[in-house]
C-alpha cells in the first residue's frame, strides 16, 4: 500500500518547539531557502494549487507548519530564509528553533532539502546538511526547477551536489520540476520508504 499524497489535511502551525503534536508516528520535513520551490513542489506533490499557502501567509513563515496525511504521518514544511528584510536575530532564533527540531525530534525519519538546480550550495543548505548528518536523519535533496537546465547541465549540477555531500551516511539526490512534474515519481518513492509504506 502507497500513500495516497492528494488526501493531505493542514494540521496545526507552531513557532515553539514545545507547540508540536506528540512526537510519535513519522515525520518528513521539506526544508529550503525562500524561493527555491518548496512551496511548488508541495502543491505538486499533493496535487493541490494552493497546499502551502498557509506557510506563505504573512506571519507564518516563521513558524513550522504541519500536515497530515494519514493518522500518524506527518508532512512538515519547516521556514526557510533568505528574504533580506529578515533581521539577523530572528535568523539566529529560526536556526536555534530549526536545529533543536532536527536533533530532538524522534519521529523525524527524514528530510528533503530543496536547492535550486541552478545554485551552489548555500549556508543554509550546508548547515542543514551538516545537522542532519549529526542527528543521523537521511537526507534526500530535491535539486528544483530542473526544467530550466538542459539535461546535461542538469547531469553536471547533479555530480556537483554528490560530491560536495559526500560525506553525509544517508543521502541521496534528484532533479524536480514542479513546471513538468519530472522526478515527482522518485520523490513519492523516497517518502514512501520513510513513511514505511512500500
Ligand atoms: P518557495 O519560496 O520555496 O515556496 O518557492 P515557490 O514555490 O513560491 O517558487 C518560487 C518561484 O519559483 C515562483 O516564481 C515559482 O513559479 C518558481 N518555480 C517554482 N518551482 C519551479 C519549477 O520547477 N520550475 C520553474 N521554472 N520555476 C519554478
Not at 67 to 94: M, Q
Not at 141 to 149: H, R, Y
Amino acid at each position: 500500500m502507497t500513500i495516497n499524497y492528494q488526501n493531505i489535511e493542514f494540521l496545526t502551525s507552531v513557532a515553539e518547539l514545545t507547540q508540536l503534536p506528540p512526537d510519535e508516528g513519522t515525520e518528513v520535513a521539506f526544508a529550503g531557502r525562500s524561493n527555491v520551490g518548496k512551496s511548488s513542489a508541495l502543491n505538486t506533490l499533493t496535487r493541490k494549487r494552493n497546499l502551502a499557502r498557509t506557510s506563505k501567509t504573512p506571519g507564518r513563515t516563521q513558524l513550522i507548519n504541519l500536515f497530515e496525511l494519514e493518522p500518524d504521518k506527518r508532512l512538515v514544511d519547516l521556514p526557510g530564509y533568505g528574504y533580506a528584510k529578515v533581521s539577523r536575530s530572528i535568523k539566529e532564533r529560526w536556526q536555534k528553533t530549526l536545529g533543536q527540531y532536527l536533533e530532538n525530534r524522534n519521529c523525524l525519519k527524514g528530510i528533503v532539502l530543496l536547492i535550486d538546480i541552478r545554485h551552489p550550495l548555500k549556508e543554509f543548505d550546508a548547515m542543514m546538511a551538516e545537522w542532519a548528518g549529526q542527528a543521523q536523519i537521511p537526507l534526500h535533496i530535491l535539486l528544483t526547477k530542473a526544467d530550466k537546465l538542459t539535461r546535461n547541465h542538469a547531469n553536471k549540477s547533479v555530480m556537483e551536489k554528490k560530491k560536495q555531500l559526500k560525506d553525509l551516511p544517508e543521502v541521496s539526490i534528484q532533479t524536480f520540476s514542479s513546471v513538468n512534474k519530472s522526478g515527482l515519481e522518485e520523490l513519492e518513492a523516497q517518502l514512501n520508504t520513510w513513511f514505511g509504506s512500500l
